[in-house]
């Protein structure tokens, strides 16, 4: 998944169960499944990503997916947008450590973000109905929200279907990517 780069998943991995729990980005507990539960969870869908996309990660948290897609896909150019000071720091300082020269860290709320991209993803950050109307602004006519969701996305997509579509949405689909151990499911909606 990581090729060349494997070296940077696995120091963002460290720094995830070291720094990352000492900042309160991720709880003591998560320590055991970094690998499966957040950064194989996440980098499952990277080959999804188009070649050389812009790409917006709303709420990124810790960076996840934002920078595990920026690690396994140096050819995109990653947009991490969080509005907690505490967690653009911690983002600013993995990005540096790393030397990881295709993602930018913008201290924002979705809302206050003018920009589009061609791919906008989030992953636990709030039900699909509100999260469409936080990121398909965002999502460039062509251009495709992925977000990261549970067993819960067909349920979420019954219930915002009609928001999405008043949000320029064309298509949603539910969409599980296997990686052996916890499957990814990502709504994915074109716009």
Known sequence: ??????????RYAHTLATDG????????????????????NSAVVAPRLPQGATVADVGTGAGLPGLVWAI?????????????????????????????????????????????YDVVTARAVAGLDKLGRWCMPLVRPGG???????????????TATATLHRLGATSIVVTTYDNGDVPTTVVEITK
Do not use: C, Y
């Open 1 to 10: 998944m990581f090729a060349s780069r494997l070296d940077l998943a696995e």
């Open 21 to 40: 729990v000492v900042r309160g980005l991720i709880g003591p507990r998560e320590v055991p499944r970094i690998w499966d539960r957040h950064i194989m």
């Open 72 to 116: 396994a896909r140096p050819d995109i150019q990653m947009t991490l947008i969080e509005p907690l000071l505490r967690r653009t720091n911690f983002l600013e300082e993995v990005v540096a450590d790393l030397g990881l020269d295709n993602v930018e860290v913008l201290r924002s709320r979705a809302e206050a973000v003018h920009a589009t």
């Open 144 to 158: 495709v929200l992925l977000a990261m969701k549970g067993r819960s996305a067909a349920e979420e997509v019954s």
